[in-house]
C-alpha cells in the first residue's frame, strides 16, 4: 500500500501512474477468487441497483456502439441465458414488447418499412400463408357478421359521387382510386354493405387498415376536414 493512501489526491496520481499494474493484480485476484469475488460483487449489486442503473446508463450513453457491441458478443456466448432473461421479462412485462415495437416503428418508419420488405423477400413462403390466413379470417367475419355484399351497379354509384367524369377520386385524399375501403373496418365489426365502403388509393388503404377514421386516422397529411368530409357530404352522412 503507497505511504500516502489516505490523501485522494495522491491515490488518484498513484492508479494513474500504476494502471496495468495494478489491473493486473485484481485479475489475478479475481482469478484465484472467481466464486468469493462472483458472490461479492451479486451481493453488491442486489444492494445497490439504482447505482448499478445509473452507471449502466452512462457507460451506454458514453458510447452507445461499444456496449451494444458487448451485449450482442454476451448473447452470443450464452444464448440459452439470453432467451431465459428475455422469457422472464416479457412475463414481468405482459404488452411492453409490443408498446415498444409500436413506439420504435413510429419513430423509424423508413427503417420499419425496410425491415419488413426484406423480411417478406426472404420469407415469400410466410408471407404468402400470412395473406392465406388473413384472408380466412375476414371471409369468417363477413360470414358471421351476415354482410350483404355489394353489387357491381352499387359499387358503380358510389364511385359516381367520388369521380369528376373521368377519374374516380380516393375517397381520403386527392389521388385516384385503385381499390375498395370499408370506412369501419370488417375487423372492427363494419359490415360489406354500400353504406360502408368508399374508393380508396393504395397508399390510404394501406395506411389506414383497421383504424377507426376519424379517431385514429384522419388520412396521409389531409386535414380533419378533408376530402372524404367533403365527398361524403352527397350521400347524407
Known amino acids: 500500500m503507497p505511504s500516502g493512501y489516505?490523501?485522494?489526491?495522491?491515490?488518484?496520481?498513484?492508479?494513474?501512474?500504476?494502471?496495468?499494474?495494478?489491473?493486473?493484480?485484481?485479475?489475478?485476484?479475481?482469478?484465484?477468487?472467481?466464486?468469493?469475488?462472483?458472490?461479492?460483487?451479486?451481493?453488491?449489486?442486489?444492494?445497490?441497483?439504482?447505482?448499478?442503473?445509473?452507471?449502466?446508463?452512462?457507460?451506454?450513453?458514453?458510447?452507445?456502439?461499444?456496449?451494444?457491441?458487448?451485449?450482442?458478443?454476451?448473447?452470443?456466448?450464452?444464448?440459452?441465458r439470453k432467451r431465459q432473461a428475455n422469457r422472464a421479462w416479457n412475463e414481468a412485462n405482459p404488452?411492453?414488447?409490443?408498446?415498444?415495437?409500436?413506439?420504435?416503428?413510429?419513430?423509424?418508419?423508413?427503417?420499419?418499412l425496410d425491415g419488413v420488405k426484406k423480411w417478406a423477400q426472404e420469407n415469400p413462403d410466410k408471407v404468402r400463408d400470412i395473406a392465406r390466413r388473413k384472408q380466412a379470417r375476414r371471409r369468417a367475419r363477413l360470414r358471421n357478421g351476415h354482410s350483404p355484399g355489394v353489387t357491381a351497379a352499387e359499387w358503380a354509384a358510389i364511385c359516381e359521387q367520388f369521380s369528376d367524369g373521368e377519374t374516380t377520386w380516393c375517397a381520403?385524399?386527392?389521388?385516384?382510386?385503385?381499390?375498395?375501403?370499408?370506412?369501419?373496418?370488417?375487423?372492427?365489426?363494419?359490415?360489406?354493405?354500400?353504406?360502408?365502403?368508399?374508393?380508396?388509393?393504395?397508399?390510404?388503404?394501406s395506411s389506414k387498415g383497421a383504424k377507426l377514421w376519424p379517431y385514429e386516422w384522419l388520412g396521409r397529411g389531409v386535414t380533419p376536414v378533408n376530402a372524404f368530409l367533403e365527398k361524403w357530404g352527397p350521400r347524407g352522412r
Open 95 to 112: 404488452g411492453a414488447n409490443a408498446a415498444n415495437a409500436k413506439r420504435w416503428r413510429a419513430e423509424n418508419p423508413e427503417k420499419s
Open 6 to 80: 489516505k490523501d485522494p489526491e495522491y491515490m488518484k496520481k498513484y492508479q494513474a501512474a500504476n494502471r496495468e499494474e495494478i489491473n493486473a493484480k485484481a485479475r489475478a485476484r479475481y482469478a484465484a477468487n472467481r466464486e468469493r469475488e462472483v458472490a461479492r460483487a451479486s451481493a453488491w449489486n442486489k444492494a445497490n441497483r439504482d447505482k448499478c442503473k445509473a452507471a449502466a446508463q452512462k457507460r451506454h450513453e458514453k458510447d452507445p456502439e461499444k456496449r451494444r457491441a458487448q451485449q450482442r458478443a454476451a448473447h452470443q456466448r450464452n444464448p440459452e
Open 172 to 205: 381520403y385524399c386527392e389521388k385516384p382510386a385503385t381499390s375498395i375501403d370499408h370506412v369501419l373496418s370488417i375487423k372492427n365489426g363494419g359490415l360489406d354493405e354500400p353504406d360502408n365502403v368508399v374508393p380508396c388509393c393504395g397508399s390510404c388503404n
